[in-house]
Structures are given as structure tokens and as C-alpha cells.
């Protein structure tokens, strides 16, 4: 789909199109029984606001703030670049997914832990088909890649989109987590974010946390050890997004689909690595230059536990939870899915 040639962003993109069109999400999740959906908002929340992460932590490192951030400092189109039309300022697009052909960006660099956001207003109306995602890769050509994803899977107007989660470590993914969330994706900005450091991912919108994947190599489970890119796409995901599949993308009705993205200036706080198998420059053995490395990041607070139970209420689909699936695909349960969730 994404026309080859240029990027070397372009082989993950591929890799990760083709890997993700092969997710079939198991029959036990369409089974599973739908939360109500409710278009209500959060009215206050005492966590932190997301914006401190974007500002210059005591002890940062100099280089890493003297550069001005807009998307082309960090980011390209790997495919299709009059799909990204962006504003003159670098700081706004539109992602525009029709017959021509899908939308997507990618980042120059790799990094080794980090905060990384977009914001962004996913297609209103019948959005059935569409998938949007935001999420960090390794190279996805590699058996052992690492990943950490965002996808939205559009839906019928009036029905909700829902947020999938999944995280690849090493290679071995099939960590799928559906949340049909509190308020409607494609009604306005929301900053949707990826953590990761040394303790754990940390998934989430805006300041909620709706997601956590720990670090359990104390444990004896592998944890990401490779440098990572950050992405960013509108594509068709007909054989299995919308409703299991049974819905598909439709063009002529439908499109083109839309979505906004902007906040790109503070997208990216993350490590930059050389080389995606050399991190060893992100691994700090002292005390780490980076906010993200530092408390109150490398537990949960008490209220981030709070929001993490409170969010439970809007999970639709949870691998650990999915029993028939394992023996059904001649897997074992993921080894997290046994121990303490966070
Ligand atoms: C990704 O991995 C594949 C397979 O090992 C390799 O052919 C390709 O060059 C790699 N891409 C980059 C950008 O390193
Ligand atoms: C983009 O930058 C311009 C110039 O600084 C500013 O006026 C505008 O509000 C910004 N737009 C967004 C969406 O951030
Ligand atoms: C779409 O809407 C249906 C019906 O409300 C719901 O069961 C499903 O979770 C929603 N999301 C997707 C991706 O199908
Ligand atoms: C939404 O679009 C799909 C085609 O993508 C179509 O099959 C479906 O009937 C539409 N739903 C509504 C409620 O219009
Ligand atoms: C699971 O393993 C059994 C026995 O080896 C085999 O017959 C079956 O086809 C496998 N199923 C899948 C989905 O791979």
C-alpha cells in the first residue's frame, strides 16, 4: 500500500500494515459483552497535566530542547505526501485516507524511552473500515521487533469507535486490549500518549492512563531493548477493524476520511539512539537526564491506580481475560497475564 523507495521508515510501515491486516481478533472478543457506551467527560482529575512533559526538566540535557520542534524537524510522510497537507507553520494536518491511497509519517529517528503524543480528531460519521494509529516500532522487518501501538477502529455514526492497544516485545505480540472509551474520539482533540521508561508503558488520553504494561524482567520476562521510531496512520483495515470485519470500508459513501492531527512540537520527548541496536546511550547507570526516568514515573501513584480501575469499566476485549483463545490458537497466555497487573 505505501509506496516504496524512499524512507527507510517505509519497510516498518509495510511490515507493520501487513502484520496488523493478519491480527484477527479472536471470535471471543466479538463476543464480548459491550460496556455502554456514554458520552460523558471526566470532570477533573488531580493527575498530572501532560504539558509538564514537554517542558525542560531540571538536569535535561541542553541539547536535547535547543531545537525548535515542529513536524519537520522530527517527522516525514513515508507514502503519499499530498495526504499529509500541512500547514505552512509545520504545527497542524490533516491525514487524508481515500481511493487514492492511505496517509503516514514517521519520525527520523529512533528512540530509547521517552514520552511520545499526537493530537489528534479522528474521522467523524460512518468512519467503518478506517484504522488510525499511533505507535513506536522497531524495525517490523526483524523476527524480534519491539512495539508499542495505538489503534483506532472506526465505526458506524452513532457507534463507538473503539481504542485497541497491543504491545510486541521481541517479536511476540498478541496483547490486545479494546477499550470503547468515554467520549467519542472524533469529536474533538484529544492528546493521546505513549510512556515508556524503565519501569513500564504507560498507555493513555490526555491525562488519564488507560493502560499499563510493566516491566517484569525481575521477574524473568523480556522487556523492550531496542530503540524505536514513533508513527503515525490512516489506513484501511477493512478485513477486521469495523465490527469484526463484517463492516467495510466504504469510499463513495463515506469518504475521504480525515483525521486532524496537530501538537507536533511537543510530540516527541524521547532518547535518541545511533542505532536501534545500540542503546546503551539511554541505559543510565547514575541518575537519568530525563523526566520520564525519574519519579513520580517509575511507579504508579495512587490516583493513576484509581483511573487505571475506573477505566476498566470501558475495556471491551482483554487478551489475559480470553481463555479459549490460547488453546484454540496453540499459544500459551502471555507469562504477565499470571502476575500482578500493576
Ligand atoms: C530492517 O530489517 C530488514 C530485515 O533484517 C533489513 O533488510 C532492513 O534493511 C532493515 N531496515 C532498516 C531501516 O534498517
Ligand atoms: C501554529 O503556529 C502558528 C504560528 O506560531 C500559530 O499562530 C498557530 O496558532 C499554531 N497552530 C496550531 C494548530 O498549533
Ligand atoms: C462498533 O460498534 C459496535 C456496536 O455498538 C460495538 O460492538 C463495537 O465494539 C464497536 N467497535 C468496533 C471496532 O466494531
Ligand atoms: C456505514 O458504512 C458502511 C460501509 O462502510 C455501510 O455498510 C453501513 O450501512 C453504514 N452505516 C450506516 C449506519 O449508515
Ligand atoms: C494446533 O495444533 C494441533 C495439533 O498439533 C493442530 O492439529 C491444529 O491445526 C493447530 N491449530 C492451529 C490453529 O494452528
Known amino acids: 500500500m505505501a509506496r516504496s523507495g524512499n524512507a527507510a ?7 507493520f500494515l501487513c502484520v496488523a491486516s493478519l491480527l484477527v481478533v479472536s471470535e471471543a472478543a466479538l463476543r464480548a459483552s459491550v460496556a455502554p457506551f456514554e458520552r460523558r ?50 504545527n497542524y494536518s490533516e491525514m487524508i485516507l481515500n481511493q487514492q491511497g492511505i496517509s503516514g ?8 524511552t521517552g514520552r511520545f503524543t499526537v493530537k489528534a480528531k479522528l474521522p467523524p460519521g460512518n468512519s467503518s473500515g478506517t484504522v488510525f494509529a499511533f505507535y513506536t516500532s522497531s524495525n517490523g522487518s526483524k523476527p524480534d521487533h519491539d512495539e508499542i501501538d495505538i489503534e483506532f477502529l472506526g465505526n458506524e455514526t452513532g457507534k ?44 493513555g488520553v490526555d491525562s488519564i492512563p488507560i493502560r499499563v504494561f510493566m516491566n517484569n524482567e525481575a521477574h524473568g520476562l523480556p522487556y523492550f531493548n531496542k530503540g524505536q521510531g514513533v508513527f503515525c496512520s490512516l489506513w484501511d483495515g477493512s478485513k477486521w ?14 469518504g475521504p476520511f480525515i483525521t486532524q492531527v496537530t501538537g507536533f512540537g511537543r510530540s516527541i520527548n524521547g532518547c535518541r539512539v545511533q542505532s536501534e541496536r545500540n542503546v546503551l546511550g539511554c541505559q543510565y547507570p547514575g541518575p537519568t537526564p530525563f523526566c520520564w526516568e525519574r519519579p513520580p514515573h517509575l511507579r504508579l501513584t495512587r490516583n493513576q491506580k484509581h483511573l487505571l480501575r475506573w477505566v476498566d469499566q470501558f475495556c471491551v476485549y482483554d487478551y489475559c481475560k480470553d481463555n ?19
Open 9 to 15: 521508515v517505509t519497510l516498518t510501515l509495510v511490515a
Open 41 to 90: 467527560s471526566l470532570e477533573r482529575n488531580t493527575w498530572q497535566n501532560p504539558q509538564v512533559y514537554s517542558q525542560k526538566c531540571p538536569g535535561d540535557p541542553d541539547w536535547y530542547w535547543t531545537k525548535p520542534k515542529n513536524f519537520w524537524n522530527l517527522y516525514k510522510s513515508y507514502c503519499n505526501p499530498q495526504h499529509l497537507p500541512l500547514n505552512r507553520y509545520g
Open 105 to 112: 509519517f514517521g519520525s527520523y529517528s529512533q528512540y530509547f
Open 160 to 203: 463507538p469507535i473503539t481504542m485497541q492497544t497491543n504491545v510486541f516485545v521481541n517479536g511476540m505480540g498478541n496483547r490486545e486490549m479494546r477499550h470503547n472509551l468515554w467520549f467519542d474520539p472524533s469529536d474533538g482533540y484529544h492528546e493521546y500518549f505513549i510512556q515508556w521508561n524503565s519501569a513500564m508503558v504507560l498507555i
Open 241 to 254: 477493524a469495523t465490527q469484526g470485519g463484517r463492516i467495510h470500508i466504504d469510499y463513495e459513501l463515506n
Open 324 to 342: 479459549l483463545r490460547w488453546p484454540r490458537e496453540n499459544m500459551t497466555k502471555p507469562a504477565e497475564c499470571n502476575m500482578i497487573p500493576y
